[in-house]
Antibody
Framework: EVQLVESGGGPVQPGGSLRLSCEAF????????MTWVRQTPGKGLEWVAH????????ESAASVKGRFTISRDNAKDSLYLQMNSLRAEDTAVYYC?????????????WGQGTMVIVSS | QSVLTQPPSVSGAPGQRVTISCTGS?????????VNWYQQFPGKAPTLLIY???NRPSGVPDRFSGSLSGTTVSLAITGLQAEDEADYYC???????????FGGGTKLTVL
């Protein structure tokens, strides 16, 4: 089945770090831009970052710039989000997702999400 | 300002037609970036509903349609059904942000 499976979420203290992983199944991972999108409970969707096919281009939202780093390993069909200096406002469900063809184009496959809770 | 503005909520009776607007600006929709729509049920990941302003992925009923007028894109749902009750989000790219933008989301209630 074509799918994305996230892992790595959980509770973390303010100022701490967490690394999210996302593994892709049953599609050619290396030909797609990939993205992370988050959603605070009860609130809307917020784009976090995206990365191109070979990892040479990336963009991130101003709210996470300098703290979060998106990366990928095409040999492992995996996407990552390294989150440092975490704040309470980073508490959210984090979705790994596949971008159809270019930044801003449609997200045509979403993972199930992994919850990150930043709290002391 | 780099935002996509959606009404917080819309409602309609079964069988009726509702529209959800998504208003942007010159740095996103006005710059020619296309808009995509997503449907999200509580506790679930979003799914793609409309892409490139007007196109439906395979499997999406033709009751759902998209349109563009200036810097406003709209999602129309005809023949409203109880199963359409969900949150709907528009999404595009923004030059000023150098990144992706989501609308605030619209909660559709089927009366």
């Amino acid at each position: 089945e074509v799918q994305l499976v996230e892992s790595g979420g959980g509770p973390v203290q303010p100022g701490g770090s967490l690394r999210l992983s996302c593994e892709a199944f049953q599609f050619t991972f290396s030909i797609y831009w990939m993205t992370w999108v988050r959603q605070t409970p009860g609130k809307g969707l917020e784009w976090v970052a995206h990365i191109n096919q070979d990892g040479s281009e990336e963009e991130s939202a101003a709210s996470v710039k300098g703290r979060f780093t998106i990366s990928r390993d095409n040999a492992k069909d995996s996407l990552y989000l390294q989150m440092n200096s975490l704040r309470a406002e980073d508490t959210a469900v984090y979705y790994c997702a596949r971008v159809s063809y270019s930044p801003g184009s449609q997200i045509d496959l979403w993972g199930q999400g992994t919850m990150v809770i930043v709290s002391s | 300002q780099s935002v996509l503005t959606q009404p917080p909520s819309v409602s309609g009776a079964p069988g009726q037609r509702v529209t959800i607007s998504c208003t942007g600006s010159s740095s996103n929709i006005g710059a020619g970036y296309e808009v995509n729509w997503y449907q999200q049920f509580p506790g679930k990941a979003p799914t793609l509903l409309i892409y490139d302003n007007i196109n439906r992925p395979s499997g999406v009923p033709d009751r759902f349609s998209g349109s563009l007028s200036g810097t406003t894109v709209s999602l129309a749902i005809t023949g409203l059904q109880a199963e359409d009750e969900a949150d709907y989000y528009c999404q595009s790219y923004d030059d000023s942000l150098s990144g992706v933008l989501f609308g605030g989301g619209t909660k559709l209630t089927v009366l």
